[in-house]
């Protein structure tokens, strides 16, 4: 199994704070790899597909990066919605995985 | 517009077995195919199989084979989702979810069911 590591595990920031958190993947999944926002009691949310394409509706404040087994989500300007919990999921093969998640706390 | 409605919450022993519903609407059942997703309370996300829904082929995790079983009503347009042998870790809301455009990048999810399982 395709083993997805991200961090850091929290972030404290503030609103309009750059929060970039990074995902590894324990071998090359070339540009399969989706992010997601999770808020509490809800399902999750799908940002970014194929690393770096912008899901219909996601601002453009959101950003993905990366190829092979290094990968980047990018907030630009963080917003006081954007405080969430964010997944990164590898698509290169079957069983998917996902990371363990960051929570983007309010600073 | 494109929905998954699950069924309710469930409470079990272990050793028992749940069957949960997701019910698809707002496009035709056999286009996507259905992913189930299971998270325990405060953790992350495991992915634990897929069901074609025209057909009814199956691949499920590893670590759920021979517990699992996804199968799919086309008359109904549902899925459903069973897991027997339930133990106390298996207490997690579960999700089935599915993709508009890939396979793999799930842009539509149900609302989620709580199982617990507790004696």
């Known amino acids: 199994d395709i083993q997805m590591t991200q961090s850091p595990s929290s972030v404290s920031a503030s609103v309009g704070d750059r929060v970039t958190i990074t995902c590894r993947a324990s071998q090359g999944i070339s540009s399969w790899l989706a992010w997601y926002q999770q808020k509490p009691g809800k399902a999750p949310n799908l940002l970014i597909y194929?690393?770096?394409g912008l899901q219909n509706g996601v601002p453009s404040r959101f950003s993905g990066s990366g190829s092979g087994t290094d990968f980047t989500l990018t907030i630009s300007s963080l917003q006081p919605e954007d405080f969430a919990t964010y997944y990164c999921q590898q698509a290169n093969s079957f069983p998917l995985t996902f990371g363990g998640g960051t929570k983007v706390e309010i600073k | 517009q494109v929905q998954l409605v699950q069924s309710g919450a469930e409470v079990k022993k272990p050793g028992n077995s749940v069957k949960i519903s997701c019910k698809a609407s707002g496009y035709t059942f056999t286009r996507y195919y259905i992913h189930w997703v299971r998270q325990a309370p405060g953790q992350g996300l495991e992915w634990m199989g897929i069901?074609?829904?025209?057909?009814?082929?199956?691949s499920y995790a590893q670590k759920f084979q021979g517990r699992v079983t996804m199968t799919g009503d086309t008359s109904t347009s549902t899925v459903f989702m069973e897991l027997s042998s339930l133990r106390s870790d298996d207490t997690a809301v579960y999700y089935c979810l599915s993709g508009s455009t890939s396979l793999y990048y799930f842009d539509y999810w149900g609302q989620g069911t709580l199982v617990t399982v507790s004696s």
């Open positions: 069901i074609n829904p025209s057909g009814g082929t199956t």
């Open positions: 194929a690393a770096s």
